[in-house]
């Protein structure tokens, strides 16, 4: 809602604006933040950082734009609620969070999203768009003497400080066990997780190295040689690291017919176990130190990466050294550090599943 007129701009005023100077501004909202971009040519950047503040300070909230959005994302909601992949991710987070925010869907409810106001969007934004939660990343021709000036009429209107959310600490209950969402399908979906450590845990870099071999190194992680390569189970099958500031996890989906859910979950938990026993090769570890620090800079291939960076090791409360330091810390795990994170974190009793559809052979545990 806040490209969709701003001040004394309606919808089609501050989008004519834009088109008009060639400036991209979108803002998106996920779990833990809500995210601004904005590009713009050279010549046209003070007109596009007018634009901006007045989109984050004054954003207009238009009854009839407020009736699309929501309609817009009912829509998405009821898609959702066919989707067995997407139903699948949201019950784990329920299961694994009981009543927590965490659990909640993530893009809420239909009676959620008929239930929210004009009036509490405004509220929000009055008290919540604040300085010192601020984050920013600027990439381009510019200089801070040039940015500072831009940066202070932007953002200096925003309130000093923000009201504080009031988050309960997040308290995952990761215990092992299954459950299963009957669904009429040829094809469930599998979503399974376990604990993982925080980002700016000492443990992430070995971590990072042990969830690459496990199940998020594309064609040569462990997962996907044992589940696709070897036996044909599935077509895809990976895991990724999901964290913040309150609650690190791993998580992994699989996507695979009925009749084979039962043995790509077997499959898994195995692997798990393994890993958490056993830690890795020394041979595996080698490669996962290459293909991640040789792809670390593949990332900052435009402006629009490098500054969604720099936001990033803000957040995280990481310095300017991160960029260097980064590859550094990854390249000195060892072989011995490894195997102390993965039997910490890959606990075969801490590894919890959400089947959707009908698997052959399985229950609810």
Same mark, same amino acid.
């Given at each position: 809602?806040?490209?969709?007129? /701003? ?49 984050? =300070?004054?954003? *207009? ?5 407020? $009736? ?9 909601? *009821? ?23 965490? &659990?909640?869907?993530?893009?809420? =409810? ?14 929000? #934004? ?21 940015? /500072? ?11 000093? %400080?923000? *009201? ?11 215990? %092992? ?22 980002? #700016? $845990? ?13 199940? #998020? ?30 609650? &690190? ?7 695979? /017919?009925?009749? $084979? ?15 958490? %026993?056993?830690?890795? =090769? /020394? ?15 593949? $990332? ?28 550094? *810390? ?12 993965? #039997? ?16 052959? &052979?399985?229950?609810?545990?």
């Amino acid at each position: 809602m806040l490209t969709e007129g /701003a001040g004394d701009m309606d919808i089609e005023a501050f989008n004519t604006a834009l088109e008009d100077n060639a400036i991209e501004i979108n803002f998106s909202a996920d779990t833990l933040a809500v995210v601004g971009e904005m590009r713009t040519l050279t010549r046209n950047r003070d007109k596009a950082f007018d634009l901006y503040s007045l989109a984050l =300070t004054r954003p *207009r909230f238009d009854p009839d734009s407020i $009736s699309i959005a929501k309609e817009q994302l009912r829509s998405a909601i *009821r898609n959702n609620r066919e989707n067995p992949t997407e139903i699948a991710e949201d019950r784990w987070y329920q299961e694994v969070f009981p009543g927590q925010p965490f &659990g909640q869907p993530r893009i809420g =409810t239909i009676e959620s999203v008929d239930a929210i106001t004009r009036a509490d969007m405004q509220k929000f #934004a009055a008290e919540r768009f604040s300085r010192d939660v601020l984050y920013v990343g600027v990439v381009g021709d510019i200089t801070p003497a040039e940015l /500072a000036p831009l940066l202070d009429s932007t953002f200096g209107p925003l309130p000093a %400080k923000a *009201r504080p959310l009031g988050l309960p600490e997040a308290a995952p209950k990761l215990v %092992k066990g299954l459950k299963i969402v009957d669904r009429d399908v040829s094809q469930s979906a599998v979503y399974f997780g376990g604990p993982g450590p925080l980002r #700016a $845990s000492p443990d992430f870099p070995a971590f990072l190295l042990a969830n690459h071999i496990f199940g #998020a190194g594309a064609f040569t992680s462990r997962l996907y040689l044992e589940v696709r390569e070897d036996r044909g189970l599935a077509y895809a099958i990976d895991t990724n690291l999901s964290f913040s500031d309150r609650v &690190g996890l791993v998580v992994g989906r699989v996507g695979t /017919a009925n009749a $084979s859910v039962a043995k790509s979950i077997e499959i898994v938990r195995s692997e798990w176990a393994k890993i958490g %026993k056993d830690g890795v =090769t /020394a041979k595996e570890l080698e490669d996962a130190k290459r293909y991640l620090t040789g792809s670390f800079w593949v $990332s900052y291939i435009n402006t629009r990466e490098i500054a969604g960076k720099l936001v990033w090791v803000q957040y995280h409360g990481f310095g300017t050294g991160y960029f260097t330091e980064r590859n550094e *810390r990854v390249e000195a795990v060892t072989l011995d550090e490894i195997k102390a994170v993965t #039997a910490k974190y890959y606990d075969p009793e801490k590894l919890f599943f959400v089947v959707v559809g009908k698997p052959e &052979g399985l229950k609810s545990e």
